[in-house]
């Protein structure tokens, strides 16, 4: 048997994108980038 839909349905998509820091993509977007190797003296 299914229940009614009453429109109030928990998404785990919509919470994670609503709370990016409990995804563990808050911190790493506002990490500064590493600077960038050049090999061979270049």
């Known amino acids: 048997t299914r ?4 429109g109030d349905a928990f998404s785990a998509h919509t919470y994670f994108m609503t709370n990016p ?3 563990g993509r ?3 977007m506002r990490r500064v980038t590493a600077t960038k190797l050049t090999l061979g003296g270049c």
């Open 3 to 6: 229940l009614p839909d009453t």
């Open 21 to 23: 820091s409990l995804s």
């Open 26 to 28: 808050g911190t790493a």
